[in-house]
Structure formats: structure tokens, C-alpha cells
């Protein structure tokens, strides 16, 4: 993409009403522009980043065995009252009403939806076990929306429900997920450590909250950085193996981790002192078990395999894929801006003309921009405007791509150009090939 016909309107001044890094760089960069109080609008850049979270979260999701499907926004008040939730549910559910005043909500979550669409067409033990998930926006009536997309009133998640025979089953159910959510965020380039967690209005007596450690997160955590240390995604368990996953479990919580909430002093003081870890947290994931909640007030039923009838154990799982994008960025930047791991960067590569008035570095710079793809690949970013080399400088820093090409007068005279790593901040002078070998993938 050459940025003179590009849409990517950043800013110099830091925006008064952001108060963390992340909304800070999230609005500088030009990645989102707010459209309404904690609603915002995804600009080109944040668009790509936006699609390459959803895109690993939706793989890693694949993986694990879980179905795709897309429930709408919109859901019947009706629906909700087959739980009892419409009444529990409070302010923070936008209710809207149609031109035939039916009532209507803004859906803040789907378990009543999912669970209808399942009970429906589930008949037997044959049609479970099954995990479904959409990728969709929610919209929760926030009393304070606050740091832009951490907490915003709409906002993008996925949420998977799994629906199981028995109770083994749904615990097995539950710990596929955690391992798929142990893979995704670190495909992120994020540290998220799940941790006990009291399970709120959702239900259920398992709750797992993932958390990403920054100083700006909403809740205080405690673990033991053995968590760190283990690769808990190489557990692995048949589905029927109850003591392999007995043993998983057992593994997962001697290893001491919780929020605020389920804060344990007793046992936080048998953790070494130079393996605890203390600080804020941000919560981007978010899984629950919950039993038969939604089944039994829904009427589930399905035949079990001796004939009787069974009410389908259910479980939920929740990652905030709007939430993450300001996550990563609390985890990954620096004084001069972004520093996107390469997984979710929208562009691999800038690609940087010193010289827009200089003949010689036009043509090295076209030339470059076409071996690498140019437009087709969508992976550079190519900076041929009429400006000052160090504005160009400045911004490519901001909005963090892993990879800089700067082509100047001077180096093409010795028929070099310059690669930076963002992360390292090391720049090399490579010829055009050794640049384009480094660069190609
Ligand atoms: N139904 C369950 C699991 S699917 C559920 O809704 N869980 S949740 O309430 O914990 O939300 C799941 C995830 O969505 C959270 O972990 C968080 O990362 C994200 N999230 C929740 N509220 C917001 C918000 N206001 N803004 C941005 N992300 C949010």
C-alpha cells in the first residue's frame, strides 16, 4: 500500500482524553476514531490488526475442535426471559424496541441464543459432545466506558459453548479450551496466565480468568512465575481419560495464580518470594462451567444411551478480541510508539523513501516495493510521500510495523539501504537482495 493514496490519519499531539499508553497510540496511530461514548469506529490500520486477531483467536479455536457459526447481534427479549436473565441482567443490557414495540436486545453475550439453537436439533447422545463459537459484537451498557477499547460498550469477542453428556465430558470440554486459549494468546506474542476466578453473573462453579500483566490493568493479580515456566499446551488427554485430566487440573492449580477476588494469603505466602509475581491485570479472556444453568431453565433434553433423558452440561468461554488489541500494545511499545509482534502486525514491512523529489531513490524505492509483493501481498506499507525524512521517521515508528526500509540518496550511491528491526531498534546496511532475501516470506 503507498501511503499518498492511503487512509491512515495519525496525529502528532497525544489526544487529551486518553488516559493509558494503549488508547493513547491506539488514537495517534490512526487505528480507531471514536464515534460515540465507548463506541468506536476501526480505521484501515486497526481494521488489519483487528482481522489478525480474530484470525488466530479463529484457528486456535478450529484446533480445538470447536465449530464456527455467526448468531446476530439482535436478540428476542423473549428468549432471554427463558433463562430468567432479561429481568437479572440490569442497565447494562441495551433493550430496543421494534416498530411493532416487540422487544428487542443488543446481545451482551449468547448463551440463551446458543442454547436454543442446540436444544432445537440436538436429539441424542450422538449429537454431543459439540463446542460452538461465533467471532461477533457485543454491546454492554458500561456505566464508566473507559481506556478506549478495554472497556468500550461495544466490542468484539468470541465466545464459544460447549454442550456435554455428562459432567466429565463438560470438565474435558472446559480444559480444551484453556489449552486452546493457552496457544492463541501466545501466538499473540502475549503472556495472559489463567487464574482462579470467581464466575459472576454467568454462573457455574470453574472459572478461569486470563490475565495480561500491565500496570494499567483494571485488577490486581497474584502468581507464581512457575507458571511461566511450564508449556501447559503439551498436556495432552483423550477425552474419557479422567484421571489424565484429574491430573492436568491438579497440575494447573498447585501452581498458585488469582486475582483480587480469590486472593489466598495463606497459600500466597508458600510461594518463594523471588518467584512471586504482583502487579495489574488485564483481563482478556474469560471461561466459565456452568453445569445445566441454560439447559434445565430452557427445557434442554437429549436421549442418553441407555434411553433415559439427560440435560446437556454446558460450559462457556469468552476471549475479548477488540480488548486484546489494546492488551498487546500495553505489553509491546516503547517512547516512540507502537511495537506489534509480528503475528498481528498490519504490515510486515515500511518501506520508507527518503527522498521523494530525488529520481534515483523513486525508482530503487518502486522497484523494491514491487519484489516485495507491492500491493498484491498487502505486507508493505510503502512511505512515498513528499515529506521530511524525519516525519516519515517518526510516524513508521509510531504505528510499530516489525520491519523498516529506508532508501536514501546517500546509500544508494554505495548501493546499500538501511533495514531496522522495530523491536530491537537495530539497523542494518544491507544491499537491495540481502534486504529482499531478509524480508521475503
Ligand atoms: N458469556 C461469557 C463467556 S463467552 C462472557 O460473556 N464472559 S465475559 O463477560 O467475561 O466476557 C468475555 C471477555 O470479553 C472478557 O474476558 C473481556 O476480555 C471481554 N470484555 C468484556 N467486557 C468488555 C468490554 N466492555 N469491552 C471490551 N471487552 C470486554
Given amino acids: ?26 488514537l495517534r496511530a490512526g487505528l480507531i476514531r471514536q464515534t460515540a461514548a465507548g463506541i468506536y469506529a476501526w480505521l484501515p490500520l486497526g481494521q488489519r490488526v483487528l482481522r489478525n486477531i480474530e484470525q488466530i483467536v479463529r484457528e486456535e479455536q478450529d484446533r480445538a475442535g470447536a465449530i464456527e457459526l455467526l448468531m446476530p447481534t439482535l436478540q428476542s427479549a423473549d428468549l432471554w426471559r427463558q433463562s430468567g436473565r432479561y429481568d437479572a441482567y440490569g442497565p447494562e443490557m441495551l433493550r430496543i424496541k421494534d416498530r411493532h414495540e416487540r422487544e428487542l436486545l443488543y446481545g451482551p453475550t449468547n448463551e440463551e441464543m446458543i442454547t436454543a439453537i442446540f436444544r432445537d436439533s440436538a436429539r441424542s447422545y450422538r449429537d454431543l459432545p459439540r463446542t460452538l463459537y461465533h467471532i461477533q459484537w457485543k454491546f454492554r451498557d458500561e456505566i464508566r466506558p473507559r481506556f478506549g477499547v478495554m ?18 465430558g463438560a470438565r474435558h470440554s472446559y480444559f480444551e479450551q484453556l489449552q486452546a486459549y493457552i496457544r492463541t494468546f501466545r501466538r499473540l506474542g502475549v503472556q495472559a496466565v489463567p487464574m482462579k476466578a470467581a464466575s459472576g453473573p454467568i454462573g457455574g462453579d470453574l472459572s478461569h480468568e486470563f490475565i495480561v500483566l500491565a500496570p494499567t490493568g483494571e485488577s490486581e493479580v497474584f502468581y507464581d512465575a512457575a507458571f511461566e515456566a511450564e508449556d501447559w499446551s503439551s498436556h495432552r488427554f483423550e477425552r474419557g481419560d479422567t484421571a489424565g485430566l484429574n491430573a492436568f487440573f491438579k497440575r494447573l492449580t498447585s501452581v498458585y495464580a488469582a486475582t483480587d477476588e480469590t486472593h489466598d494469603e495463606a497459600r500466597w505466602a508458600e510461594v518463594p518470594a523471588d518467584r512471586q509475581r504482583q502487579g495489574r491485570g488485564i483481563e482478556v479472556g474469560h471461561i466459565f462451567y456452568f453445569g445445566t444453568k441454560y439447559s434445565a431453565s430452557m427445557g434442554m433434553k437429549v436421549q442418553g444411551r441407555d434411553g433415559a433423558e439427560v440435560v446437556p452440561q454446558m460450559g462457556s468461554y469468552g476471549i475479548g478480541v477488540s480488548r486484546l488489541m489494546g492488551a498487546i500494545i500495553e505489553a509491546s511499545h516503547d517512547d516512540a510508539g507502537i511495537i506489534w509482534p509480528e503475528a498481528v502486525a498490519p504490515y510486515q514491512v515500511g518501506l520508507i523513501n527518503m527522498r521523494a523529489d530525488h529520481a534515483g531513490c523513486v525508482a530503487a524505492a518502486d522497484d523494491i516495493y514491487a519484489k ?3 500491493l498484491a501481498g498487502g505486507r508493505v506499507l510503502y512511505d512515498d510521500r513528499d515529506e521530511r525524512g524525519g516525519a516519515k521517521f517518526a510516524t513508521m515508528d509510531l504505528i510499530g510495523l516489525p520491519w523498516q526500509v529506508v532508501i536514501g540518496p546517500k546509500g544508494l550511491e554505495r548501493g546499500v539501504v538501511e533495514l531496522k528491526q522495530r523491536r530491537t531498534g537495530e539497523k542494518q546496511e544491507l544491499s537491495v537482495e540481502s534486504a ?3 524480508l521475503a516470506g
Fill in 151 to 168: 472497556r468500550g460498550r461495544e466490542f468484539l469477542m468470541k465466545d464459544a459453548y460447549s454442550f456435554d453428556m455428562d459432567e466429565a
Fill in 1 to 26: 500500500m503507498r501511503l499518498s493514496r492511503y487512509f491512515m490519519p495519525v496525529a502528532k499531539e497525544t489526544p487529551a482524553d486518553a488516559q493509558i499508553v494503549s488508547h493513547k497510540l491506539m
Fill in 372 to 374: 516485495l509483493g507491492g
Fill in 436 to 438: 529482499l532475501a531478509r
